[in-house]
């Protein structure tokens, strides 16, 4: 189980400067295998994309976030 405050504490720790978002990124995509999504990937743009859930399903939902902070 992913303890919520300790994912904090690993994002603030990370670096996560404009221009310098790989490290906060890490964590994130870290995060999202850790809670076992289907898909992950990054865009060109270094963005973290994560899927879970049933794969033949129309439902959707996006959480969309910065880590340049």
């Keep these: ?15 996560g400067l404009s221009g310098d978002e790989r490290a906060s990124a890490d964590v994130a995509e870290s995060a999202m295998r850790e809670l076992g999504y289907r ?13 879970i859930g049933a794969a033949e399903t129309d439902i959707a939902a996006l959480f969309d976030g910065h880590t340049d902070v």
Excluded: H, K, P, W
């Design 1 to 15: 189980m992913l303890d919520v405050v300790e994912l904090t504490q690993r994002l603030v720790r990370a670096s």
């Design 39 to 51: 898909e992950i990937f990054r865009n060109g743009y270094g963005s973290v994309i994560g899927l």
